[in-house]
């Protein structure tokens, strides 16, 4: 595993593969995808709960997309222990999830149901039950029980998850229906990691 030093660098924690895009806020960073699955190409093969045992405070950004909520709730303090491993003192760890208190106040009411269609993704209809238990057509046709979500998150569950885990700053971004965004950072965020995140304030 190597990486351009003269350019940021961002670790792309479970993403799969490099086919699936990444925030254009990235754009001109050394991009490294790690992921547990080497089918998808990635750049580390690695658990994410294991990421202490690569190199120390290499990265400069993390971005887990729809990652965490595959780990045990008891796991999750491994996997953040791993990013502030990789991350340097200056790093921030960008982090999308489930919102599941938006998904169960959706379902209550517009009275629908687990089975029900929340929305249309590139690959298809995506249930509630898809949103909160991980997507049963990808599970069944990966045989990979890997796939599916084994805790879930509120905004202030993950805030709270982050504080404890050591960092030190929560910024909670605009997200899609049914998604929590936040970016946790090592230390206070520089203006610059500001202006390329569009934070305000």
């Known amino acids: 595993m190597t990486h351009n030093d003269d350019m940021p660098s ?6 799969f593969s490099k086919a699936i895009p990444i925030p254009g806020h990235y754009s001109g960073w050394d991009h490294l995808l790690l992921d547990i699955e080497p089918e ?25 997309s729809h990652n965490l909520e595959h780990y045990y709730r008891h796991d999750i303090s491994k996997v953040l222990a791993g990013f502030l491993h990789v ?13 599941l208190p938006s998904v169960f106040r959706k379902m209550i009411e517009a009275g629908l149901d687990l089975e029900d269609e929340a929305y249309v993704s590139p690959s298809g209809p995506i249930s509630f039950r898809d949103i909160i238990y991980g997507s049963a057509q990808r599970i069944e ?8 979500h084994k805790t879930g998150f509120s905004q202030k569950s993950l805030g709270e998850i982050l504080l ?25 965020p520089t203006q610059r990691q500001k202006l390329m995140l569009n934070i305000k304030g």
Not at 40 to 64: H, K, M, S, T, W
Request: aromatic residues 10%; glycine residues 8%.
């Open 164 to 188: 404890a885990a050591g960092f030190s700053e929560l910024w909670l971004m605009p997200a899609p229906a049914y998604e929590i965004r936040m970016i946790a950072f090592r230390q206070a």
């Open 141 to 148: 046709k990966q045989n990979n029980d890997f796939m599916a």
């Open 10 to 15: 961002v670790l792309n924690v479970g993403g």
């Open 40 to 64: 998808g190409n990635p750049d580390i093969v690695c658990d994410a709960r294991e990421l202490d045992l690569l190199p120390a405070g290499q990265f400069d950004a993390i971005y887990c």
């Open 87 to 99: 991350l340097k003192p200056d790093g921030f760890a960008e982090i999308r999830v489930p919102d």
